[in-house]
């Protein structure tokens, strides 16, 4: 393979079937990369630039080839085609992009990329966290659960159209001289108008809640149950404690819990949990350490703690500390007392 250094980024000019391997290792998802056509030599070009937790680049298969992936990749990907075909296998859906159709997925579905003689194309990365961390904001809650997103989408339609944009701008920003590429906070904001675009009109498991109105008033022994989780917060509990003291039975408290809050109960309690751990992080007046945060918001082990916060919001809780701590942003430690709503 032939990489030549454009900084922060490279270029490959040339590469065999094991050399592709490795830079799909490199760049996106360990995988094996064949010849379209068995026997033949691949011939690609690629330009591609790097920025934190994104990256984008203008891809050109002159050859063809198959991409099998050997594990899943923790990134989101968006593809905007200029010429000829890919098909992504995602279980037993195939989605196709041609001209004029753009492509977007959480990697961690993809199984094969079958990629077409003169393929081109724009693709855009999105590290598993920065889009966990964007959909967060936008429900202003904890994400519980895998984002299942897999969608191809027109390039004329008023979202694809923008998106498709958004896309070349993008591109523009990095692939100029030194001097002319834009700032690294500009970037950013641009990647994150993308994800907030793909997010909020492309379908998955998430949209429901992020367009869903108000929930109508809860029945009382649902509020009783979410009263005790926040009187009890710091105290383990199960769901027959929280049924026993709401007054009804384990049954019909999940199935409140699914009819009005669209979770169960303790996914709802771990919720509760979350966002205060990170409205107190988020305090400027807070002085105790994330181990004391933890545990006065029901956390009792401190590897799974970490590693539940970092899905939930796309960051570290000593991220979430140390980010506002910089900013200046106070955001008053309590009980997340509108829950019952």
């Not at 998802?29 to 790097?50: C, F, M, T």
């Not at 989101?76 to 000829?84: D, E, K, M, N």
């Not at 339609?157 to 500009?186: H, I, P, Q, Y």
């Not at 379908?203 to 926040?230: D, G």
Request: glycine share 6%.
């Amino acid at each position: 393979m032939r990489y030549v250094p454009l900084r922060p980024a490279f270029r490959v000019l040339e590469a065999d079937a094991d050399e592709m391997s490795e830079h799909y290792a490199r760049t996106l998802s360990p995988a094996k990369v064949e010849p379209l056509e068995g026997g033949g030599r691949i011939s690609v070009e690629d330009r591609h630039y790097s920025a934190g937790p994104f990256s984008i680049w203008a891809g050109m298969c002159h050859s063809g080839m198959k991409v099998t992936f050997s594990q899943p990749s923790d990134a989101f990907v968006l593809y905007l085609p200029h010429s000829s075909a890919m098909e992504i296998d995602v279980g037993r859906k195939r989605l196709l992009s041609t001209p004029g159709t753009a492509m977007v997925g959480n990697m961690e579905h993809f199984e094969k990329l079958t990629i077409h003689e003169n393929r081109g194309h724009i693709g855009i990365a999105f590290d598993k966290s920065a889009m966990v961390g964007q959909l967060s904001q936008l429900l202003d809650a904890p994400v519980l659960e895998d984002i299942d997103l897999c969608a191809t989408l027109e390039m004329d339609s008023a979202v694809g159209s923008r998106l498709a944009a958004l896309g070349s701008l993008l591109w523009d920003c990095f692939d100029g001289a030194g001097e002319d590429r834009a700032s690294t906070t500009a970037t950013t904001h641009l990647f994150q108008a993308a994800m907030v675009m793909i997010l909020e009109s492309l379908p998955h498991n998430y949209s429901a809640r992020l367009h869903k109105p108000m929930s109508p008033a809860v029945p009382r022994n649902l509020k009783r149950a979410i009263e005790y989780m926040v009187a009890n917060i710091s105290k383990p509990m199960s769901v027959a404690d929280i049924a026993r003291e709401a007054g009804t039975s384990v049954r019909a408290l999940q199935t409140a819990f699914q009819q009005f809050k669209d979770t169960t109960p303790l996914n709802f309690l771990r919720q509760l949990r979350l966002e205060g751990v990170r409205k107190t992080l988020c305090d400027d007046a807070n002085t105790l350490s994330i181990a004391q945060v933890a545990r006065a918001w029901g956390f009792t082990h401190m590897g799974r703690f970490s590693a539940v916060y970092h899905d939930a919001f796309g960051q570290s809780p000593s991220e979430t500390a140390k980010l506002h701590s910089r900013r200046g942003i106070g955001v008053a430690p309590s009980r997340p007392s509108d829950a019952n709503r």
